[in-house]
C-alpha cells in the first residue's frame, strides 16, 4: 500500500531545499504551501512572476494536488490562463509521481517565454504606432480625395458665394451713388473751394 504522507513528507523536503526563499509551508493539514516563481531578467531587466499555491489531496501523487495563482506580476489575462492550462495538462501527465518540481519547472519556462514575448509585443506595438502615426500623417496631406460629386456641391457654394459678393458691392456702389455729391453741389455746399484752388496756385 502506497503511504502517502510519507511520499508528500519527502517531497516537501525537496522543495524546500530547492526553493528556499521562495517556498512557504501555509498549513499542515491539509498541506498547502506556496512558491514563488520569477522569470529570468528580459532585455531591459523586466520579469514577470507568479505565485503557485499547492494543497495536496489525500492520495497526491495517486490524484493531481489542487493548484491556483495567488498572486502575479507583470502578467495579463491571457498569460494567467496559458499558465492554468499548462499546469493542468502537467498534472493530467505526472500523475502517480511527485509532480510539484516538474509543475513549477514547466511554469518557470513559461514565463521566460512571457518575457521574451513582451520584448517583442512591445516592438510590435512600437511599430504599430508608428504605422498609426504615418496613416495620421499621410490623412493629414491627402485631404478629402475629389469626386465629380463633392466638386459640383463645392462648385455650386462657390458659385452662390461669388454671387452674395457680387451683390453686396453692387448695393454699395448703388448706396455710394446716392450719396455722391456733384461738383456743383459740393460748390455750392462750401464756397471756399473755388478761392482754395487759387490760393494754392498763388503759393
Do not use: C
Not at 523586466?46 to 502575479?72: A, C, G, H, M, N
Not at 516592438?123 to 490623412?139: D, F, G, L, N, T
Amino acid at each position: 500500500m502506497t503511504d502517502y504522507s510519507e511520499e508528500q513528507r519527502n517531497e516537501l523536503e525537496a522543495l524546500e531545499s530547492i526553493y528556499p526563499d521562495s517556498f512557504t509551508v501555509l498549513s499542515e493539514n491539509p498541506t498547502t504551501f506556496t512558491i514563488t516563481v520569477t522569470s529570468e531578467a528580459g532585455e531591459n531587466d523586466e520579469t514577470v512572476q507568479t505565485t503557485l499555491k499547492f494543497t495536496y489531496r489525500e492520495k497526491y501523487p495517486d490524484e493531481t494536488p489542487l493548484y491556483e495563482i495567488v498572486s502575479q506580476e507583470n502578467l495579463d489575462d491571457n498569460d494567467v490562463m496559458d499558465i492554468i492550462k499548462l499546469l493542468e495538462q502537467q498534472a493530467e501527465e505526472n500523475l502517480g509521481m511527485v509532480m510539484i518540481f516538474t509543475l513549477v519547472s514547466a511554469v518557470q519556462e513559461k514565463l521566460n517565454e512571457i518575457v521574451d514575448q513582451i520584448k517583442t509585443r512591445r516592438e510590435e506595438e512600437k511599430k504599430q504606432k508608428e504605422r498609426e502615426a504615418e496613416e495620421e500623417e499621410k490623412q493629414r496631406f491627402h485631404g478629402t480625395p475629389v469626386t465629380i460629386e463633392n466638386f459640383l456641391n463645392w462648385k455650386a457654394k462657390f458659385d452662390a458665394e461669388l454671387l452674395e459678393i457680387k451683390r453686396k458691392k453692387m448695393k454699395e456702389e448703388e448706396q455710394a451713388g446716392k450719396n455722391k455729391l456733384s461738383g456743383k453741389q459740393l460748390f455750392e455746399m462750401d464756397h471756399n473751394l473755388d478761392t482754395s484752388d487759387i490760393q494754392f496756385l498763388e503759393e
